[in-house]
Nanobody, 120 residues
């Protein structure tokens, strides 16, 4: 069982910054890629940024140039540095990890979510 624990959300004024962290724990698994999604009230969950299995990064257009995804493979941790935050970035941010277990079963796990609120 792979568990993801997120941290770093909060309330910030427009133009401010936050850094989200997501740590994967458990045993007997390997992670192929990790990423961040968000869901605003009344909207569908959308991709924010993620690493691909090839090691490249993908960002939704609305955050390009403002958000940066990074990772520490040794710690199975992924980060999302969010700068120049806007009120429209307000959402619950979820971490996602895809990989394979020791039993060669693929998985896609989600964290519990962390609230990011940007005030104008």
């Amino acid at each position: 069982q792979v568990q993801l624990v997120e941290s770093g959300g909060g309330l910030v004024q427009a133009g401010g910054s936050l850094r989200l962290s997501c740590a994967a724990s458990g045993s007997g698994f390997s992670i192929d890629d990790m990423g961040w999604y968000r869901q605003a009230p009344g909207k569908q969950r959308e991709l924010v940024a993620r690493f691909t299995t090839a090691g490249s990064t993908i960002y939704v257009d609305s955050v390009k140039g403002r958000f940066t995804i990074s990772r520490d493979n040794a710690k199975n941790t992924v980060y999302l540095q969010m700068n120049s935050l806007k009120p429209e970035d307000t959402a619950v941010y979820y971490c996602n990890a895809k990989g394979i277990t020791a039993g060669l079963v693929g998985f896609s796990s989600w964290g519990q979510g962390t609230q990011v609120t940007v005030s104008s």
